[in-house]
């Protein structure tokens, strides 16, 4: 059984993570989607309540215009959106305090 010297194989990288590949991660684009997605998060709270607000002060004046559901639904959303942002933004202080207990 012969072993064939001087055969060269090259392994193609396909992942920025394979090894051999020196690549430098760009922290500060993660850290700007993360403040935008929070950002964002916050607006939709505010404009659902907003709408759920207006809607409510327009059942007082013309209640006739104004379905009672779609109140109610709109009173719901707000509730779960500022809920949902609310727990993110715990578990998010609660990772926090988890990392600062490493030391």
Known sequence: MEIHKNYDVSVKITHPRHIGVIQKENTSNVEKSFVEALLNAVDNVNKAENKAKELGELAIVSPE????????????????????????????ISAWRELLNLR
């Not at 104004?66 to 959303?77: G, K, L, P, S, W």
């Open 65 to 92: 215009e104004v379905n009672v559901h779609d109140i109610m639904i709109a009173e719901e959303e707000a509730r779960l959106s500022l809920l949902f942002v609310k727990t993110v933004v715990e578990k998010g």
